[in-house]
């Protein structure tokens, strides 16, 4: 037995793992564009996958609203049989008996010159047993023409949520491309960091090559190399700490694609940083038209109003009418059961109901789907301030950080121009260590600080994109 249930749990464990959808593996060698990561992520991102999911009611939902206007019908087949065994009884002095039974009785004969006479006989009463059968069957139908209104408010309510289910879905798709792009330019910007730090490393060998051959000629003591080749070793550290950034972030971007975490593949760069040219008033009326969000809760406040309306339905009577035919009929026991039960019923019947007092639960339906209704106009109210407060500071930030991008770029050539003339300056001993030293730190500071504001911007305006809600490039 044990044996079984363990082949019968291994077996278990082996199907369940071979229905699970395996993670696709993206190893390409050609770069992909911000377009085709999009696509990739909307057809294997998780949260997008559950979205659709509630998309999937969307037909069913309608018919079901539609189902309310329509006659309700119902059929009913029945066949039974019965059998019953009686083997006991009870005698007028409350002692019970089991039959059979055996006992003389006295009945009245004639003889044999024809004349009536009393006789003794012998009589034996055996148990009473038996068996019947039903046949029957039945056929209903009901419709409501009259509920207080409460199914147009049903219908409305039903085509309201499939909006919202689609809706939900375009959001999804938008929080995808924007979640993407953003991840997508963290890893072309820690490529670059990657990039520069491998040239700072190879300018530290240089000054450290440079120390070394000036300290063999006497030009400078062995401090000056010890420090050149520390500054080497920081260099070499850098590279690795952010090699490790760089790596994390593609594992985060592959986590938001839905895909093996262990895919790797060059990322096309878009072109190069274009400055903002947007009106703030323009920006925030176009949020109002393309948030999905904002949307959603307008719909769910009408949703809210129709409730209302739906608990006031309450209050006025209910109108249905209906007929049913039935047919029975009870056989022997030797007699099969039959399709066709000669016993037959007919009805017709209409009704009208008003419910005048129900102890003050309708005011209290019809109280609280008023607060609902409340609520969802605060929230929606709430959502349009809160739209434009995004708008407005996610156009503040792209104003600044564009203004500090310029002023970092010319810092970045002012910087490395420095570091050329100060290492020609050391080159020919008309500088100390130190200044050069204090060159490259600047120069590391420049490029560094370049490619945050870089980052900055472009974070900047993809985080004013999913404030207005539509792409702004």
């Known amino acids: 037995m044990r044996k079984l249930i363990w082949w019968v749990l291994c077996w278990g464990m082996i199907w369940g793992t071979a229905q699970g959808e395996e993670l696709l593996r993206v190893d390409s060698g050609a770069p992909l564009t911000l377009d085709s990561l999009v696509s990739l992520g909307i057809r294997h991102n998780p949260q997008v996958r559950q979205s659709e999911m509630n998309q999937r009611l969307n037909g069913i939902g309608e018919l079901a609203a539609i189902g309310r206007f329509l006659p309700s019908i119902s059929l009913g087949l029945d066949f039974s049989e019965s059998k019953f065994e009686n083997r006991t009884f009870r005698n007028p002095d409350g002692s019970v008996s089991t039959l059979p039974v055996t006992f003389q009785d006295v009945v009245i004969v004639p003889d044999s010159a024809g004349n009536l006479v009393l006789d003794t006989i012998t009589v034996t009463q055996e148990p009473s047993e038996g068996k019947s059968r039903s046949s029957s069957w039945s056929v209903n139908a009901n419709l409501s023409l009259f509920e207080g209104g409460q199914r147009i408010f049903l219908y409305r309510i039903a085509q309201a949520q499939k909006k919202i289910n689609t809706l939900s879905v375009e959001d999804a798709h938008k929080t995808l491309t924007r979640t993407v792009a953003q991840q997508v330019v963290g890893v072309l910007t820690l490529e670059k960091v990657v990039e520069l730090n491998k040239r700072l490393r190879d300018q530290r060998k240089d000054a450290y090559d440079l120390a070394k051959a000036r300290f063999e000629v006497g030009a400078v003591t062995e401090l000056d190399v010890l420090q050149a080749e520390i500054e080497l070793g920081t260099a070499e550290n850098a590279i690795a700490s952010s090699e490790r950034e760089l790596e994390k972030s593609r594992e985060t971007l592959n986590q938001t ?3 093996d975490l262990r895919s790797r593949f060059p990322i096309a760069e878009a072109n190069g940083l274009s400055p903002y040219q947007f009106e703030l008033d323009q920006l925030v009326a176009d949020a109002y038209q393309n948030r999905t969000d904002l949307e959603i809760s307008w719909l769910r406040l009408k949703s809210a109003r129709d409730n209302v309306k739906y608990a006031r339905g309450a209050y006025l009577p209910r ?4 007929a049913s035919r ?5 056989s022997g026991a030797d007699e099969a059961f039959t399709l066709s039960p000669r016993n037959r019923n007919t009805t017709y019947y209409g009704s009208l109901s008003w419910n005048l007092f129900d102890g003050f639960a309708r005011e209290y339906d019809v109280a609280s789907k008023r607060i609902d209704l409340r609520r969802a106009e605060e929230t929606e109210r709430e959502l349009r301030l809160s739209i434009e407060k995004n708008v407005r500071e996610a156009y503040r930030n792209l104003e600044t950080v564009y203004d500090q991008m310029q002023t970092t770029n ?11 003339l100060e290492r020609e300056r050391y080159r020919l001993g008309a500088t100390s260590a130190l200044s050069l030293r204090d060159a490259q730190v600047t120069n590391e500071r420049a490029e560094t600080d370049h490619l945050q504001k870089e980052l900055e911007y472009q974070s900047s305006l993809i985080a004013l994109e999913l404030a207005v809600g539509k792409s702004l490039r």
């Open 326 to 330: 039935a047919a029975s009929e009870q």
């Open 257 to 259: 694609l839905g895909i």
């Open 319 to 322: 109108i249905s009418i209906g």
């Open 410 to 420: 010319r810092n970045r050539e002012l910087a490395n121009r420095t570091l050329e």
